[in-house]
């Protein structure tokens, strides 16, 4: 059972807003990802990190931040939210070094952008 | 590029009919595929990796099984509760793609009673 949280589950907001959303795990996995998805459509990796202080952009392009100061912590961040920005909002972990192996996901965040 | 396309988008059966979800992909070297299972508003839930050719993996009424080009998750007399959106990913040796995974848009599949 993957033990991986995020808040909030939902939120609605006005454009120019700044936001965070948060993931954190507790199971001690190096590896953390965010993912977008739109309903219908495939996931898409916006971004992820190996460990503390190591973060990478994913293939989709984000204009959302994200920090990992904790191992088990993983927020992401839009300074200025616009209608664009609302989808699903999903936060995976995985273990090991390597080769990345089963992702576990969060229950998500819906984001409604105003 | 990695890519991962799942057949049919959706698929309505009765309880008890069997049938099977397909996922075809491309990938330069395979390191794993995935299904998940992704139930409304909710995160996706691991159910099977498999990494090689011939390979099978089951659990209760899912089966899924492993070509060089194409996977299956077969599902035997389903139940309602069986209901959801299930997703293939792939995960290759490119560099990229061996940080990341590649997923498909999902096959939704409702059960009736």
């Known amino acids: 059972e993957a033990d991986i949280y995020q808040t909030p589950r939902y939120l609605v907001i006005g454009t120019g807003k700044k936001i965070t959303l948060e993931c954190s795990q507790t199971?001690?996995?190096?590896?953390m990802y965010w993912y977008q998805q739109d309903p219908g459509m495939e996931l898409h990796l916006i971004h992820y990190?190996?460990?503390?202080?190591?973060?990478e952009k994913g293939d989709l392009s984000s204009e959302s931040t994200v920090s990992r100061i904790r191992t088990e912590h993983f927020p992401l961040t839009l300074e200025s939210a616009r209608p664009s920005h609302t989808s699903q909002y999903l936060c995976?972990?995985?273990?090991?070094?390597?080769?990345?192996?089963?992702?576990?996901f969060g229950p998500g965040t819906r984001l409604l952008v105003l | 590029e990695d890519q991962v396309t799942q057949s049919p988008e959706a698929l309505r059966l009765q309880e008890g009919e069997s049938s099977s979800l397909n996922c075809s992909y491309t990938?330069?070297?395979?390191?794993?595929l995935f299904w998940y299972r992704q139930d409304p508003g909710k995160g996706p839930e691991f159910l099977f990796t498999?990494?090689?050719a011939g390979e099978e993996k089951e659990k209760e009424r899912l089966k899924a099984t492993l070509t060089k080009k194409e996977s299956f998750l077969h599902i035997t007399a389903p139940k309602p509760e069986d209901s959801a959106t299930y997703l293939c990913?792939?995960?290759?040796?490119?560099?990229?793609?061996?940080?990341?995974?590649?997923f498909g848009s999902g096959t939704q599949l409702t059960v009736l009673p």
């Open positions: 995976a972990s995985s273990p090991g070094r390597g080769v990345i192996g089963t992702q576990y």
């Open positions: 990938v330069s070297g395979l390191r794993g």
């Open positions: 498999l990494y090689s």
């Open positions: 990190s190996y460990g503390v202080n190591s973060t």
């Open positions: 199971m001690g996995h190096d590896k």
């Open positions: 990913a792939v995960q290759g040796f490119r560099s990229g793609s061996a940080r990341q995974l590649t």
